[in-house]
């Protein structure tokens, strides 16, 4: 079986959890015996290598197609790059970032709003709309040129290519949702992003979620029949070798870390309260909220109106070993997040053995036991829960002896073969 | 012949409120009255009192040919005293039979056992004053929380004088030998052990109204059937479960109750059978041989072991912490204090804490007030860090302390005295001077 797969990112550049999930997932099903994936990604950086054969395709898009030998694979993988702008979403500090780093301007960004979403009203809107569509034409040509049974878009950008490709051959479309702009935007929908997500979705034969939180919006907010929507979790990259020794706290000191971009998705305010009500308990603790966002400036207000600023720390954005550093020397991980489809960062801090504190509105805490769990809004239970990890130490160390098998129990292995399970099914009965 | 001892648990923890780390040293209350009075009113109305209504009828119908035996914790009688007075009237009317024997267990429904002696004889002395105050008999023979026994357990339990006492009749521990016999402690063979036929008790406990199992339904007549069928030289049936199983565990329309009745009148029918209290049991029959058990059983879960409630990190750290306090308790005589301690033993808090049933955790998730086993520990933890701020202020450390606490005591003690000579002196000051009256009244303002 052949999959034409409208992926996302791939190593060296991964930005983000939907970068980690396609790449991930795609290792998984490279295992699976008979099954084959033609990965088409957007081009956006533009150093990767070029040895390979280019291709340009008719409506002169170009088109680069190289096999790949990656160490996780177990047979090399057939690689696609469209030379695209579109890149999968944008953290607002990445997007800051990356704009400062470019110079020949040859490249140009999605212009992402504070959520991290696309904002339409500006000059970009118009050049957005046409790179989907123009990705889409590619897709239509690859589909033409290259043999497959099914085909796979992830997330909402891929759609339309996804439909094309479908529109151009027949094959079956499975559309995979890490998320919904319900979830980006918190309840005020951008209807552009909803017409194209809700077409991608009718389109397809059948619509994989991330978690069944996921799946009730998709079937609620976008009617989807129920029969048409599957859940596949997310899993994660199991750690190798062993863990690398983290750098030493320099105080006896608690310390309790946000982690992920100061959104309003992520739910930083409630970190804040929480950290509040425990620190009038306890002194020997600090909080610190990494990431950034828009909703940095107004959560250091609100810190400093608390008057919680001498054990409230704000590091700006974190990359890399700087991620690893605060994980090590953290004694609790906790994720308020309102709206969190998956959310794959808790299970990377259950792998560095530092117990979690999730929201039950993320859908990760649909699979985990060995985390604490609250409500986004409910900041007594949170702090409870913050003070209880804190002051009595036999949930901390219970957390530290299972959670990293259980974490470790979640491989992309396993959910790759739901997703075959998928694509067998929607070639048994093509609609 | 042969006989069924049938034994039954009452028992209702006191439930803690949701009591949160910012009410440590501020609040002291740590009860969900709420909860604990509407399941206490929810398990009479479907369970005790049509349960014990039944029992009556059938101890009168079959006069001194039926009999049963109760052991009731000391939380579940306090909470029939607050929210269901009646409840404990009818335990008191099948008392008066004197078809029902009540059996020894700790007050609290704790887990002192494992722990240390003195403060589980306490707990057992007083049980047994409350079963005499009720029910006009001293236990004599004892059944530990949820069926807890190891040699030395019995051993502790034969040095308080019982005559015998009940437990699980695990599988690791009996191997190819049966229950369905009088067995003694391998420590001191004077105190007698009935083991529990699990098989037959938990097909009327757990699968009795469970229409997927191949031998549902089960009616009266089967199951005595199966008893007589037994191998003929078996003497002793030992029947032990909840009492909720009765309207609570199994719902009223699975028929349980009639099977109940059912069964009584079949036994009672019937030549080769007949029912006896533990005490006649032990009376009546000669151990067969010792049981040796090493290490602590208990009637719970597949493994009947204590990891229902010591099982994972936070039961032995909220077990530890507890106990810790004991030195302390000891010189304890407030009974404010010595009440939350009761309560803070109830072994269900730890049962709230297993994380064994993450997948299936029915029988755990059972009047369970919280979500999560973490919930369960983060709440309990809060409680008892408030528990032992307050022991600590009520029980000073060392000598040091306890003298500045006297002085403290021999200072409020003086100014009390103060006051009062004061105010006799303002009194005869006043009588003397009636005009100053409004002055002195004005100043004070």
């Given at each position: 079986?052949?999959v034409?797969?409208f992926?996302?990112e791939?190593?060296?550049?991964i930005?983000?959890?939907?970068?980690?999930?396609?790449?991930g997932?795609?290792?998984?099903?490279?295992?699976?015996?008979?099954?084959?994936?033609?990965?088409?990604?957007?081009?956006?950086y533009g150093?990767?290598?070029?040895?390979?054969?280019r291709l340009?395709?008719?409506n002169?898009?170009?088109?680069?197609?190289?096999q790949?030998?990656?160490?996780?694979f177990?047979?090399?993988?057939?690689?696609?790059?469209?030379?695209?702008?579109?890149v999968?979403?944008?953290?607002?500090?990445?997007f800051?970032?990356?704009?400062?780093?470019?110079?020949?301007?040859?490249?140009?960004?999605?212009n992402?709003?504070?959520?991290g979403k696309?904002d339409?009203?500006g000059?970009?809107?118009?050049d957005?709309?046409?790179e989907?569509?123009?990705?889409?034409?590619v897709?239509?040509?690859?589909?033409?040129d290259?043999?497959?049974?099914?085909?796979?878009?992830?997330?909402?950008?891929a759609y339309?290519?996804?439909?094309?490709?479908k529109?151009?051959?027949?094959?079956p479309?499975?559309?995979?949702?890490?998320?919904?702009?319900?979830?980006?935007?918190?309840?005020?929908?951008?209807?552009?992003?909803?017409?194209i997500?809700?077409?991608g979705?009718?389109?397809a034969?059948?619509v994989?979620?991330?978690?069944?939180?996921?799946?009730?919006?998709?079937i609620?907010?976008?009617?989807i029949?129920?029969?048409k929507?599957?859940?596949?979790y997310?899993?994660?990259?199991?750690?190798?070798?062993h863990?690398?020794?983290g750098?030493?706290?320099?105080?006896?000191?608690?310390?309790?870390?946000?982690?992920?971009?100061?959104?309003?998705q992520?739910?930083p305010?409630?970190?804040?309260?929480?950290a509040h009500?425990?620190?009038?308990?306890?002194d020997?603790?600090?909080?610190?909220?990494?990431?950034?966002?828009?909703?940095?400036?107004?959560?250091?207000?609100?810190?400093?109106?608390?008057k919680?600023?001498?054990?409230?720390?704000?590091?700006g954005?974190?990359k890399g070993?700087?991620?690893?550093?605060?994980l090590?020397?953290?004694?609790?991980?906790?994720?308020?997040?309102?709206?969190?489809?998956?959310?794959?960062?808790?299970?990377?801090a259950?792998?560095?053995?530092?117990?979690?504190?999730?929201?039950?509105?993320?859908?990760?805490?649909?699979?985990?036991?060995?985390?604490?769990?609250?409500?986004?809004?409910d900041?007594?239970?949170m702090?409870?829960?913050?003070?209880?990890?804190?002051?009595?130490?036999?949930?901390?160390?219970m957390?530290?002896?299972?959670g990293?098998?259980?974490?470790?129990?979640?491989k992309?292995?396993?959910?790759a073969?739901?997703v075959?399970?998928?694509?067998?099914?929607?070639?048994?009965n093509p609609? | 012949?042969?006989?069924?001892?049938?034994?039954?648990?009452?028992?209702q923890?006191?439930r803690?409120r949701?009591?949160r780390?910012?009410?440590?040293g501020?609040?002291?209350?740590?009860?969900?009255d709420?909860?604990?009075?509407?399941?206490?009113?929810?398990?009479a109305?479907?369970?005790?009192l049509?349960?014990?209504?039944?029992?009556?009828?059938?101890?009168?119908?079959?006069?001194g040919?039926?009999?049963?035996?109760?052991?009731?914790?000391?939380?579940?009688?306090?909470?029939?005293?607050?929210?269901?007075?009646?409840?404990?009237?009818?335990?008191?009317?099948?008392?008066?039979t004197?078809?029902v024997?009540?059996?020894?267990?700790?007050?609290?429904?704790?887990l002192?056992s494992?722990?240390?002696?003195?403060e589980?004889?306490?707990?057992v002395?007083?049980?047994?004053?409350?079963?005499?105050?009720?029910?006009?008999a001293?236990?004599?023979?004892?059944?530990?929380t949820?069926?807890?026994?190891?040699?030395?357990?019995g051993?502790?339990?034969?040095?308080m004088?019982?005559?015998?006492?009940?437990?699980e009749?695990?599988k690791?521990?009996?191997?190819?030998?049966?229950?369905?016999?009088?067995?003694?402690?391998?420590a001191?063979?004077?105190?007698?052990?009935?083991?529990?036929?699990?098989?037959?008790?938990d097909d009327?406990?757990?699968?009795?109204?469970?229409?997927?199992?191949s031998?549902?339904?089960?009616?009266?007549?089967?199951?005595?059937?199966?008893?007589?069928?037994l191998?003929?030289?078996e003497?002793v049936?030992?029947l032990?479960?909840?009492y909720?199983?009765?309207?609570?565990?199994?719902p009223r329309?699975?028929?349980?109750?009639?099977?109940?009745?059912?069964?009584?009148?079949?036994?009672?029918k019937?030549?080769?059978?007949s029912?006896?209290?533990?005490t006649?049991?032990?009376?009546?029959f000669?151990?067969v041989?010792?049981?040796s058990?090493p290490?602590?059983i208990s009637?719970a879960?597949?493994?009947?072991?204590l990891t229902?409630w010591?099982?994972?990190?936070?039961?032995?750290?909220a077990?530890?912490k507890l106990?810790?306090?004991?030195?302390?308790?000891?010189?304890?005589?407030?009974?404010k204090?010595?009440?939350d301690?009761?309560?803070?033993?109830?072994?269900?808090?730890?049962?709230?804490?297993?994380?064994?049933?993450?997948?299936?955790?029915?029988?755990?998730a059972y009047?369970?007030?919280?979500?999560t086993?973490?919930e369960a520990?983060?709440?309990?933890?809060?409680?008892?860090?408030?528990f032992?701020?307050?022991?600590?202020?009520?029980?000073?450390?060392?000598?040091?302390?306890?003298?500045?606490?006297?002085?403290?005591?021999?200072?409020?003690?003086?100014?009390l005295?103060i006051?009062?000579?004061?105010?006799?002196?303002?009194?005869?000051?006043?009588k003397?001077?009636?005009?100053?009256?409004?002055?002195?009244?004005?100043?004070?303002?």
């Amino acid at each position: 079986m052949r999959v034409l797969m409208f992926g996302w990112e791939f190593p060296p550049h991964i930005s983000g959890g939907l970068g980690t999930a396609c790449y991930g997932l795609t290792r998984g099903l490279s295992h699976i015996p008979g099954l084959q994936v033609l990965f088409v990604v957007p081009k956006a950086y533009g150093d990767e290598d070029q040895s390979s054969i280019r291709l340009i395709g008719a409506n002169q898009i170009p088109v680069v197609h190289r096999q790949l030998e990656l160490k996780h694979f177990s047979k090399t993988l057939d690689y696609i790059e469209v030379e695209s702008k579109l890149v999968p979403y944008v953290d607002p500090e990445e997007f800051w970032r990356l704009t400062r780093l470019e110079v020949a301007g040859s490249l140009k960004y999605l212009n992402t709003n504070a959520e991290g979403k696309v904002d339409f009203s500006g000059k970009y809107g118009a050049d957005l709309m046409r790179e989907i569509h123009d990705y889409a034409l590619v897709a239509n040509v690859i589909a033409q040129d290259y043999s497959f049974d099914v085909i796979h878009a992830h997330d909402w950008l891929a759609y339309p290519a996804g439909i094309a490709a479908k529109e151009a051959t027949g094959k079956p479309l499975v559309v995979h949702v890490h998320a919904t702009d319900f979830d980006r935007s918190g309840g005020s929908v951008n209807p552009t992003v909803f017409e194209i997500e809700k077409k991608g979705m009718n389109a397809a034969d059948k619509v994989i979620t991330v978690s069944n939180l996921t799946r009730r919006i998709v079937i609620e907010k976008y009617g989807i029949p129920e029969d048409k929507v599957v859940t596949v979790y997310n899993a994660v990259e199991p750690v190798e070798g062993h863990v690398k020794e983290g750098i030493k706290k320099g105080v006896d000191e608690k310390v309790v870390t946000f982690l992920g971009r100061i959104t309003m998705q992520k739910g930083p305010e409630y970190f804040i309260e929480a950290a509040h009500r425990v620190l009038q308990k306890m002194d020997n603790v600090r909080f610190v909220m990494a990431g950034s966002g828009d909703m940095m400036e107004k959560m250091i207000r609100r810190a400093a109106q608390l008057k919680i600023m001498d054990r409230f720390h704000f590091t700006g954005f974190l990359k890399g070993d700087e991620v690893f550093n605060m994980l090590s020397i953290s004694d609790l991980y906790v994720m308020p997040s309102v709206s969190e489809p998956f959310g794959i960062s808790p299970l990377e801090a259950m792998q560095s053995n530092v117990p979690v504190l999730i929201s039950h509105q993320s859908g990760v805490a649909e699979i985990l036991t060995f985390a604490i769990k609250t409500n986004f809004w409910d900041v007594d239970a949170m702090a409870d829960a913050i003070y209880g990890v804190l002051n009595y130490p036999g949930m901390a160390k219970m957390f530290v002896s299972h959670g990293k098998k259980e974490v470790d129990s979640l491989k992309w292995e396993n959910s790759a073969l739901h997703v075959k399970r998928v694509y067998d099914s929607v070639l048994k009965n093509p609609s | 012949m042969k006989t069924i001892c049938l034994y039954f648990q009452v028992h209702q923890p006191f439930r803690f409120r949701r009591y949160r780390f910012f009410d440590i040293g501020k609040d002291h209350y740590y009860y969900d009255d709420y909860t604990n009075e509407s399941i206490m009113n929810k398990v009479a109305a479907k369970c005790y009192l049509p349960a014990n209504e039944l029992l009556l009828k059938a101890l009168n119908k079959h006069k001194g040919k039926f009999k049963v035996a109760f052991s009731i914790t000391g939380m579940a009688i306090e909470q029939f005293k607050l929210y269901a007075p009646d409840v404990l009237e009818s335990f008191k009317a099948l008392a008066q039979t004197g078809m029902v024997e009540f059996l020894g267990e700790t007050y609290s429904h704790s887990l002192v056992s494992l722990k240390d002696y003195e403060e589980f004889k306490t707990q057992v002395e007083s049980h047994s004053a409350l079963m005499e105050e009720h029910f006009g008999a001293k236990p004599q023979v004892f059944r530990n929380t949820e069926l807890i026994y190891s040699d030395q357990m019995g051993e502790m339990v034969a040095n308080m004088g019982f005559n015998a006492m009940l437990t699980e009749g695990a599988k690791h521990i009996l191997g190819w030998k049966s229950p369905n016999f009088l067995y003694c402690n391998a420590a001191n063979p004077r105190l007698k052990v009935l083991l529990k036929n699990y098989k037959l008790s938990d097909d009327i406990a757990f699968r009795f109204g469970n229409n997927s199992w191949s031998e549902w339904p089960l009616t009266a007549t089967k199951y005595v059937n199966w008893i007589k069928n037994l191998d003929s030289r078996e003497e002793v049936i030992n029947l032990f479960m909840d009492y909720e199983t009765f309207g609570e565990h199994q719902p009223r329309d699975t028929g349980i109750f009639q099977f109940l009745e059912h069964f009584a009148a079949e036994v009672v029918k019937s030549q080769s059978l007949s029912f006896s209290t533990p005490t006649e049991v032990a009376q009546k029959f000669q151990p067969v041989a010792t049981v040796s058990v090493p290490h602590p059983i208990s009637w719970a879960d597949e493994e009947r072991d204590l990891t229902a409630w010591l099982g994972n990190e936070m039961q032995q750290e909220a077990f530890n912490k507890l106990y810790s306090l004991l030195p302390r308790i000891k010189h304890c005589n407030d009974p404010k204090l010595m009440k939350d301690w009761r309560y803070l033993q109830c072994s269900d808090h730890f049962y709230y804490m297993c994380t064994k049933f993450f997948s299936d955790g029915d029988v755990h998730a059972y009047f369970n007030p919280y979500e999560t086993p973490y919930e369960a520990f983060i709440n309990y933890m809060n409680v008892l860090s408030d528990f032992s701020l307050r022991l600590k202020a009520a029980v000073p450390e060392d000598a040091e302390n306890k003298e500045i606490i006297k002085l403290r005591e021999l200072v409020d003690e003086k100014e009390l005295r103060i006051k009062e000579l004061e105010a006799a002196l303002n009194k005869t000051k006043t009588k003397k001077t009636v005009s100053k009256k409004e002055t002195v009244s004005k100043t004070k303002v």
